[in-house]
């Protein structure tokens, strides 16, 4: 059973398009975050959220809305993507904030490619 | 600003010989540091972690030190095996509350 899983794996579209991506966790964490990888492997958080409260916000345009409708789901919508938005996706999720090691657990990631 | 750094220019080692990886900070003062491997196409893996008050840590052929005075974080992968290419990411968090920053990451290639 995968741990976290995210969908879709691969997504090309045009600029001015919206899209969503998809996150499950199934390892009962609390908290769960989307991450941005570029083209220089650099991971920036990007949201966190903790039993449905967003509790990270970094500065992201606001084209970017993540929605949380049970502490085992986070997804993504992108409205009007542009050229820049191109990047890997990473979902994560550890346990709750305070308690264990705060290791994350990642997804495969979903590669977003804006023509 | 506060700042992780890693060796961005890969490294390539023997079969057999020891990497060593190097995790720089500034303008933290993490309670912990975390070390992850990232293959091509994949999500980082969570190996291993030191805290604070902890000067080593070792995991199979894996060694993590932690000098909170240099601010610096050394990644020793002994007996390296060519399984063991891959990208090998740092990562701080403040507290158990605060976020995970990563560093970019260092490339290490061990050849037959």
């Known amino acids: 059973d995968t741990a976290v899983s995210q969908t879709p794996k691969y997504l090309v579209t045009q600029m001015g398009n919206d899209k969503s991506i998809k996150c499950e966790q199934n390892l009962g964490h609390d908290t769960m975050y989307w991450y941005k990888q570029d083209s220089k492997k650099f991971l920036k958080i990007m949201f966190s959220y903790n039993n449905k409260e967003l509790i990270i916000n970094e500065t992201v345009p606001n084209r970017f809305s993540p929605k949380s409708p049970d502490k085992a789901h986070l997804n993504l919508h992108i409205n009007s993507l542009e050229l820049g938005d191109s990047a890997v996706y990473f979902c994560a999720s550890s346990q709750d904030r305070g308690v264990g090691t705060g290791e994350l657990f990642f997804g495969e990631g979903s590669r977003l490619t804006v023509l | 600003s506060q700042k992780i750094e890693q060796n961005s220019e890969a490294l390539n080692i023997q079969e057999g010989k020891t990497a060593t990886l190097t995790c720089n900070y500034t303008n933290y003062s993490p309670a912990y540091l975390q070390w992850y491997r990232q293959d091509p196409g994949r999500g980082p893996v969570f190996l291993l972690l030191?805290?604070?008050?902890?000067k080593e840590k070792r995991k199979e052929r894996l060694k993590v030190t932690f000098d909170t005075t240099l601010k610096q974080s050394l990644f020793h992968i002994t007996a390296s095996q060519p399984a063991d290419s891959a990208t090998y990411l740092c990562?701080?968090?403040?507290?158990?509350?605060?976020?995970?920053?990563f560093g970019a990451g260092t490339q290490v290639v061990v050849t037959p």
């Open positions: 030191i805290r604070e008050n902890e």
């Open positions: 990562a701080l968090r403040p507290d158990s509350w605060g976020k995970l920053q």
